[in-house]
């Protein structure tokens, strides 16, 4: 029989979650699978111990399990601190969304291009997170109703939304709209062109608009998870400013606010992947990895600026797309999403590590002019004036 775990280290205090100018890393923490989901009754009579608990607003304490442990008496526990918030499995999507959401859209409605990545491997949650369900709502659609029922602040303003994926097939990418069936969409420079952009009127349409794109999102099994999905689904709202009813040229219209579920970056031996799949899965892993070699270049730079911004981003699709975030001249938050679970904590572990040093990543050098929106609202003046002109109003 398992003997009792020994009891853990001391652990020293949490500091305060300081954000400042900081990149904000949240951490949500699921709950442990439900019983009856386990195969066999073995399993499902087994106690299921965990190895990560929320330590404070801002911490976690991550114990190695026994079972890999060297010396059982000897056990180890480690703090990963300062993150924005820490999620317990008992919180609500509406606890989520008012701490990492609310403040994008805040943003967002006030003219600044935002994006909130959900990150984790898969099964943790990051779908439930950013989609939720139709009883569970997530971040997204807890989102569009809060733009929506600020509308009226807004008169002059509208939305489109737009839904894709990236797709890695063998050692190649390709985007896939999820709103329209149109092929011909490529990636150039940091912009999608052919990508069908709807435009929205209430939150139930972009709602339904939301829940069509994610029948049409490919998904494909894997032992890890039979619903994980290959790909990297990311969905913007594009705010578009109005002046009575005319659409004001796109150039000048302001923010985006982008929302991405991104694949899981499992390690293959886990996943039992085999032929394309396991292609897929080293790609997506490579995605992943280039997406931390991104974000790990732009601290070293912040720390000395002698050294060069390395032009990773230009080795995966989602890290093109996102390059104005990943060299810090837009804000981004992060989600990670992980699983408590013992057998999870080698995945855990992983993350934890991979993405602790992003908490030090400062915003100083925030690049505003493709928000700008003084200068915006002085072209908007200007435009309203020629047409008053030309007698259009
Ligand atoms: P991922 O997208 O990271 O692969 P999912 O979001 O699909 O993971 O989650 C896997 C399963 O766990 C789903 O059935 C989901 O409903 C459930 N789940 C994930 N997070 C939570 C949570 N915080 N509370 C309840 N159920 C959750
Ligand atoms: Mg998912």
Do not use: W
């Amino acid at each position: 029989p398992r003997s009792a775990r020994p009891p853990p280290t001391p652990l020293p205090k949490p500091s305060l979650g300081l954000d400042g100018d900081r990149l904000k890393v949240f951490l949500r923490i699921r709950p442990l699978p439900d019983r009856g989901r386990f195969k066999s009754k073995a399993q499902a009579t087994k106690p299921k111990q965990q190895c990560l608990v929320a330590n404070g607003a801002n911490s976690v304490a991550l114990t190695v399990p026994h079972s890999k442990l060297a010396d059982p008496k000897r056990a180890r526990t480690e703090l990963f601190d300062g993150f924005s918030a820490v999620f317990s499995p008992d919180s609500s999507q509406h606890d989520v969304f008012s701490q990492v959401m609310n403040p994008l859209v805040d943003e967002f409605l006030g003219g600044k291009s935002g994006l909130l990545l959900a990150m984790g491997p898969t099964g943790s949650g990051k779908t439930h997170t950013v989609f939720g369900s139709a009883r569970n709502p997530g971040l997204l659609p807890l989102a569009l109703r809060r733009i929506f029922s600020s509308t009226d602040d807004h008169p002059a303003r509208s939305f489109c939304l737009s839904m894709f994926e990236i797709l890695s097939e063998g050692k190649g990418e390709r985007i896939l709209d999820l709103l329209s069936d149109a092929t011909d969409i490529v990636l150039q420079q940091s912009t999608i062109k052919g990508l069908k952009e709807v435009s929205i009127e209430t939150s139930t349409d972009a709602e339904s608009l939301v829940l069509s794109g994610m029948l049409k999102r490919t998904t494909a099994a894997t032992n890890a998870n039979s619903k994980s999905s290959r790909s990297q689904c990311i969905i913007t709202i594009r705010a578009v400013r109005k002046i009575n009813d005319v659409e004001i040229e796109k150039s000048l219209s302001d923010a985006v606010l982008t929302i991405a579920d991104l694949a899981g970056a499992e390690r293959e031996r886990r996943t039992g992947n085999q032929g394309t799949r396991l292609l897929e899965s080293n790609f997506i892993n490579n995605t992943s990895m280039v997406f931390g070699l991104c974000l790990r270049a732009l601290l070293e730079h912040q720390k000395n600026k002698k050294k060069p911004l390395e032009k990773h981003f230009k080795n995966s699709m989602l890290t093109r797309y996102l390059r104005d975030y990943l060299e810090g001249r837009k804000k981004m938050t992060l989600i990670l999403n992980v699983k408590p679970g013992d057998d999870d904590y080698l995945d855990t572990s992983f993350l934890l590590r991979q993405a602790s040093p992003y908490m030090k990543i400062k915003y100083t050098n925030l690049d505003d002019s493709s928000d700008l929106v003084s200068q915006k609202r002085s072209n908007v003046s200007l435009i309203c004036q020629e047409n008053k002109k030309k007698g259009k109003f």
